[in-house]
């Protein structure tokens, strides 16, 4: 029987109609020559004939079907699939053949011979997957609530579990069964056909059907494939956050959260343990880096699965899924891999480490990676520990944690900066006890800024670099102050402490050691840690400690804190989100570290006397002392360093750096201190050169030229390293908060270079200056020019600080008044 109404149509006319076809007026006309009787007609014919070769191995199903037998199988069902295109493309609102389809439950008789035909299986399963790919991406309401399409589409995708499947079968099967999660997500009435209660065991296990074990296998797998298996993921995951019974299917049942974090493990041992580093001014990892480099792109990729997966799952989930992470990737795998012995290894796992904690963007995931770093002990070790020490080296190493760190501060984490300084500068041993009283004091004439724009040394003017006079240079730094510290005190102002020297009080510390602890241990804290995605935060403020500590934590009435500061509501908007919401251990968190000289006695100390600043301002201080010493790109990110902690708008800290009143103990330099006495050393080493104007041009030309090229060069000729140019766009949130200051022209040295920027002559900008002469004579004046963009920086940020201080204090006076 044709299928046209003219007989010199073909079969081969039908089988290349494409139902995709751009085309819609060719398709229409096409359309119109077909007799949709006709077409049901032939419809029907190929399904007998199919059912009649399959009732051939009814009564024998352990004979193996012959080959020309699946041959002609899989031929009708192609021919069916082209019938099923016309008749869903056609303007009948009758779909007969579809109706046939169903009526006569050929799909389960099918689907069940399928089973049967061993070896030329996986030939007729994607026949049947192409037809429930046409079907669903017209008719999925209609159809999943019909039980003889929907019994055999679940026991053939059954059939795929733990098979071994080819690319083609893969793809088909993925498409399949993203259209199913988007029917769910669309049309909610159908969970309970792939999600029935638990209570209704017959229809369970009827229904039963394990979506995340099929999607699971695939995951972590790159292109497409990978891709629409994390969709689908994705979509069960956001329809769990409101729906009980697929949350409860998820963490029972399935076993996707262990396969997340496994997925993690396997894809960070692929990565290399040693990287390919020649640009000396390399620090961290820039977007064009991970994209370069398919190993870390798969991980990057999987990790932000893991963060997305957080932020739109079920909160049971969320916690799994977390615990998950927490012990079976970062302790077991990062954990020892910070703590190798090799060099070269080192730099490597901390510069991912440092891409971990910039690309993290939901609260609870990078808490979890917060209080590993801070918290977790491996082999006696405590991580955070052993990072302070690493600044003190003089290498790569050096470079790449002090990176790291900064992008901690960035964060504006108390916790953080508790840990790192506060909890150190609290009990106030590194200043006179007179001067505790001083710490809030504002200067209003800006005496510090004016402290340090007399440190800055004299050196011979170049029209090269100086440009500029120093009003026009020194305005682009109040900018740049102004900015950082706005932008940081929104960001720290839900913190539960101001840190201002009477706040928290210092009775505190006058707790014995033993009895803080209790303390600690017998209120459970609850921090209003770093806000729940849900609220729409994009912050990182705080992870509040000791809620209740405050009411008992003072020795008499006069010591207790203000009521405001008393039970802060947390933003936290679950149980278990308050569980990764908790303080990082039952630990005393004013404790500082003491030295090993005796301590004074008392009825109530609980604190060593002795001054001290905590491990990370000493071994920064110590390596400012010995700037001369230091490589030019370790200056940068050591200068930076410090600025960017200077920027914190708490009283603690920023008296300690920026204020040049303060009467520090003896055996504590100040800033002002260590930058006089670098002054003094490079002053002192110019005077003996006779010929420093020469001198003065080449580091002036280099720093330039630097710049220049920066802004110039392309990536093309640079290594996989080698970082991108200006003009490159960073996917990474907190990868952008790069420093700027030091002016517009020298500023530029922070941006990233290319390989090719670092290998000239002298005159083309080398900083090694390897065919240069007087190689440390130019090295002392490039440290000089440094020096001088360094401080015309903290100068202005000493007086922001001042003019942000005051601004507040109009704002609260006029509320006052009002």
């Given at each position: 029987m044709s299928w046209t109404k003219t007989n010199n149509a073909s079969v081969n006319s039908v089988k290349s109609f494409n139902l995709n076809n751009n085309n819609n007026n060719n398709n229409n006309t096409f359309l119109k020559d077909f007799d949709l009787s006709a077409c049901y007609d032939s419809f029907k014919k190929h399904w007998q004939q199919i059912h009649e070769i399959i009732k051939k191995y009814e009564n024998n199903f352990s004979s193996e079907p012959k080959h020309d037998d699946v041959l002609t199988v899989?031929?009708?069902?192609?021919?069916?699939?082209?019938?099923?295109?016309?008749?869903?493309?056609?303007?009948?609102?009758?779909?007969?053949?579809?109706?046939?389809?169903?009526?006569?439950?050929?799909?389960?008789?099918?689907?069940?011979?399928?089973?049967?035909?061993?070896?030329?299986?996986?030939?007729?399963?994607?026949?049947?997957?192409?037809?429930?790919?046409?079907?669903?991406?017209?008719?999925?309401?209609?159809?999943?609530?019909?039980?003889?399409?929907?019994?055999?589409?679940?026991?053939?995708?059954?059939?795929?579990?733990?098979?071994?499947?080819?690319?083609?079968?893969?793809?088909?099967?993925?498409?399949?069964?993203?259209?199913?999660?988007?029917?769910?997500?669309?049309?909610?009435?159908?969970?309970?056909?792939?999600?029935?209660?638990?209570?209704?065991?017959?229809?369970?296990?009827?229904?039963?059907?394990?979506?995340?074990?099929?999607?699971?296998?695939?995951?972590?797998?790159?292109?497409?494939?990978?891709?629409?298996?994390?969709?689908?993921?994705?979509?069960?995951?956001?329809?769990?956050?409101?729906?009980?019974?697929?949350?409860?299917?998820?963490?029972?049942?399935?076993?996707?959260?262990?396969?997340?974090?496994?997925?993690?493990?396997?894809?960070?041992?692929?990565?290399?343990?040693?990287?390919?580093?020649?640009?000396?001014?390399?620090?961290?990892?820039?977007?064009?880096?991970?994209?370069?480099?398919?190993?870390?792109?798969?991980?990057?990729?999987?990790?932000?699965?893991?963060?997305?997966?957080?932020?739109?799952?079920?909160?049971?989930i969320k916690a799994q899924l977390f615990d998950y992470i927490y012990q079976g990737f970062l302790v077991p795998v990062i954990g020892p891999a910070l703590l190798q012995s090799t060099e070269e290894e080192l730099v490597a796992t901390t510069a991912y480490f440092e891409l971990l904690i910039r690309s993290v963007t939901h609260p609870g995931l990078l808490y979890a990676f917060i209080k590993f770093l801070l918290k977790e002990d491996i082999d006696g070790q405590r991580i955070i520990d052993c990072l302070i020490q690493r600044i003190s080296f003089d290498s790569k190493l050096c470079i790449v944690t002090l990176a790291l760190l900064e992008t901690l501060i960035d964060l504006n984490c108390e916790d953080i900066m508790l840990e790192l300084i506060l909890k150190y500068l609290l009990p106030c041993t590194h200043i006179m006890l007179s001067q505790r009283n001083r710490i809030q004091r504002v200067d209003p004439y800006c005496g510090s800024t004016e402290r340090f724009l007399s440190l800055m040394i004299q050196i011979p003017k170049c029209n090269q670099y100086q440009q500029n006079n120093l009003l026009s240079d020194y305005h682009t730094y109040l900018k740049y102050a102004r900015s950082r510290i706005k932008s940081c005190r929104k960001s720290t102002h839900s913190w539960t402490y101001p840190y201002d020297g009477e706040n928290p009080p210092q009775s505190c510390f006058m707790l014995k050691q033993e009895e803080f602890t209790k303390l600690i241990c017998d209120n459970e804290v609850e921090p209003n840690s770093l806000p729940s995605?849900?609220?729409?935060?994009?912050?990182?403020?705080?992870?509040?400690?000791?809620?209740?500590?405050?009411?008992?934590?003072?020795?008499?009435?006069?010591?207790?804190?203000?009521?405001?500061?008393?039970?802060?509501?947390?933003?936290?908007?679950?149980?278990?989100?308050?569980?990764y919401c908790t303080d990082f251990s039952h630990q005393p968190y004013f404790k500082p570290q003491f030295s090993n000289s005796s301590p004074r006695k008392g009825a109530n100390d609980a604190f060593v006397a002795t001054p001290f600043i905590g491990p990370l301002l000493c071994v920064i201080f110590q390596k400012l002392e010995n700037l001369l010493d230091c490589d030019f790109y370790t200056m940068l990110r050591l200068t930076g360093f410090i600025s960017r902690l200077a920027i914190y708008p708490q009283p603690l800290i920023y008296s300690f750096l920026l204020d040049h009143t303060l009467v520090f103990q003896p055996c504590i330099k100040s800033l002002f201190q260590i930058i006089g006495l670098l002054k003094q050393k490079i002053e002192s080493r110019l005077s003996k050169v006779s010929d420093l104007s020469?001198?003065?041009?080449?580091?002036?030309?280099?720093?330039?030229?630097?710049?220049?090229?920066?802004?110039?060069?392309?990536?093309?000729?640079?290594?996989?390293?080698?970082?991108?140019?200006?003009?490159?766009?960073?996917?990474?949130?907190?990868?952008?908060?790069?420093?700027?200051?030091?002016?517009?022209?020298?500023?530029?040295?922070?941006?990233?270079?290319?390989?090719?920027?670092?290998?000239?002559?002298?005159?083309?900008?080398?900083?090694?200056?390897?065919?240069?002469?007087?190689?440390?004579?130019?090295?002392?004046?490039?440290?000089?020019?440094?020096?001088?963009?360094?401080?015309?920086?903290?100068?202005?940020?000493?007086?922001?600080?001042?003019?942000?201080?005051?601004?507040?204090?109009?704002?609260?006076?006029?509320?006052?008044?009002?």
């Open positions: 899989v031929n009708h069902l192609s021919q069916i699939l082209t019938l099923i295109q016309v008749e869903l493309r056609s303007e009948c609102s009758t779909k007969s053949c579809i109706e046939y389809l169903l009526e006569e439950d050929y799909l389960h008789c099918l689907c069940a011979w399928t089973v049967s035909t061993r070896k030329y299986n996986n030939s007729l399963r994607v026949e049947q997957l192409r037809i429930y790919e046409v079907l669903l991406s017209s008719l999925h309401n209609e159809l999943l609530t019909r039980e003889s399409f929907l019994k055999p589409l679940i026991k053939l995708l059954n059939s795929f579990n733990g098979d071994c499947l080819p690319v083609d079968i893969e793809k088909k099967l993925v498409i399949l069964i993203n259209q199913l999660c988007s029917s769910f997500s669309q049309h909610l009435e159908l969970l309970t056909l792939f999600f029935p209660p638990s209570s209704n065991n017959e229809q369970a296990e009827e229904f039963r059907f394990d979506i995340f074990s099929l999607l699971v296998q695939f995951v972590h797998r790159d292109g497409m494939i990978g891709e629409q298996a994390r969709d689908s993921l994705l979509l069960c995951m956001s329809l769990s956050k409101n729906n009980e019974i697929i949350a409860d299917y998820i963490t029972n049942k399935s076993n996707i959260c262990p396969v997340l974090a496994a997925g993690l493990n396997g894809l960070y041992s692929l990565l290399p343990r040693k990287l390919s580093i020649t640009s000396p001014d390399w620090y961290r990892f820039a977007a064009d880096d991970v994209y370069e480099m398919k190993e870390l792109t798969n991980f990057m990729n999987s990790l932000e699965f893991c963060n997305v997966v957080i932020q739109v799952c079920h909160p049971r995605a849900d609220d729409g935060s994009s912050g990182y403020e705080s992870f509040k400690m000791l809620k209740d500590s405050e009411r008992v934590i003072g020795v008499d009435d006069s010591n207790q804190l203000d009521d405001r500061h008393t039970n802060p509501p947390s933003p936290c908007g679950s149980e278990a989100a308050l569980e020469s001198v003065v041009t080449d580091v002036e030309v280099f720093l330039v030229d630097r710049m220049e090229n920066m802004n110039n060069k392309s990536r093309a000729n640079s290594d996989f390293i080698s970082l991108p140019s200006t003009s490159s766009k960073e996917s990474f949130p907190r990868g952008d908060n790069k420093r700027k200051s030091f002016s517009a022209a020298f500023g530029a040295m922070f941006r990233r270079s290319s390989v090719q920027d670092h290998v000239e002559s002298v005159g083309s900008g080398s900083y090694r200056f390897v065919k240069g002469d007087n190689n440390e004579t130019k090295h002392i004046v490039l440290c000089s020019i440094i020096l001088n963009e360094w401080i015309k920086e903290l100068a202005a940020v000493s007086q922001e600080h001042v003019v942000s201080i005051d601004i507040e204090f109009q704002y609260d006076f006029s509320v006052l008044y009002l």
